[in-house]
């Protein structure tokens, strides 16, 4: 302080401030500055000890089943007992153990909220597929191609085609999380698809290992995958019938031949599929 100014008492009230000088509101700000869209400064576990959150202390909610075993009646209870050389208390069980015990052991279903197996859930298909809507794959060895959509199949997969003969993608199943879904559909009421394809045709066989016999100590290939008549005639069935309906549409044939791809300055979210 100056020298010459005096302190304020403390029984004395400080003036009020000025009508046009108001405080200004504080604004909070980030811990975390953004350097851009969605990208902070710092990483969540810098976040984590800046904002000390070890300090806190977190409880989880209870389950319905922690709850029912709290619930449970205590195994024993404590009683008192007379006389002097008794200990004066005693250790009573409620439930008692049973006499007889099995000699083997019996599974016991676990604990769980009624969760069915996988064969059991409910298949359930995005509004956007339907018979005949164009899919854009984005894994697999034909990811970036088109595809005509035919079916869902028992397990949830979707039973998709090329056709072969212009982009080389035969009868295959795909997961819908892995697909983009067109605006650009065709008919295929007229489309008969076989009966038999279901996801047992699809099922993957174990090739046969080479067995070491006398002087075949070397011989260690392995018996390859080889494509099946039934398998290129079901082809030939499927995509002769959708070929015709493809020449038909204009600008389809080129549209399903062609791969897809962003160029530089094109974002997906902006896109109109």
């Not at 697999?140 to 039973?159: A, E, M, P, T, Y």
């Not at 046969?208 to 016999?213: F, L, S, V, W």
């Not at 006398?214 to 030939?236: C, M, N, S, W």
Request: hydrophobic share 30%; charged share 35%.
């Amino acid at each position: 302080k100056m020298a010459g100014e005096k302190e304020p008492m403390t029984g004395e009230k400080k003036e009020p401030m000025a009508e046009g000088k108001k405080k200004k509101p504080r604004h909070h700000g980030s811990r975390n500055p953004v350097l851009a869209r969605g990208i902070g400064r710092f990483s969540r576990s810098a976040m984590y000890s800046r904002r000390a959150m070890y300090k806190r202390k977190y409880r989880a909610p209870e389950t319905k089943i922690e709850k029912k075993l709290k619930e449970k009646t205590p195994f024993s209870i404590t009683k008192p007992v007379g006389g002097d050389k008794n200990g004066g208390t005693r250790v009573v069980k409620i439930r008692k153990m049973p006499r007889y015990y099995p000699t083997e052991d019996v599974p016991r279903k676990r604990i769980s909220h009624g969760n069915k197996p996988f064969s059991q859930h409910k298949r359930h298909l995005r509004a956007s597929i339907t018979p005949g809507t164009v899919l854009i794959m984005l894994t697999g060895r034909h990811r970036c191609k088109r595809v005509i959509f035919l079916k869902q199949l028992d397990s949830g997969l979707l039973l998709v085609t090329g056709p072969l003969a212009l982009n080389r993608v035969p009868l295959r199943r795909v997961h819908q999380k892995f697909v983009i879904a067109t605006s650009t559909k065709i008919d295929l009421s007229g489309v008969k698809i076989p009966k038999h394809l279901t996801d047992s045709y699809f099922k993957k066989k174990r090739l046969r290992r080479p067995k070491h016999q006398e002087g075949e100590i070397f011989d260690t290939e392995k018996e390859k995958y080889q494509l099946t008549e039934q398998r290129k005639k079901d082809q030939k069935t499927v995509d002769s019938q959708i070929l015709p309906i493809v020449k038909k549409t204009p600008q389809l044939h080129g549209y399903l031949h062609s791969m897809f791809y962003l160029s530089k300055g094109v974002y997906p979210h902006k896109l109109v599929f």
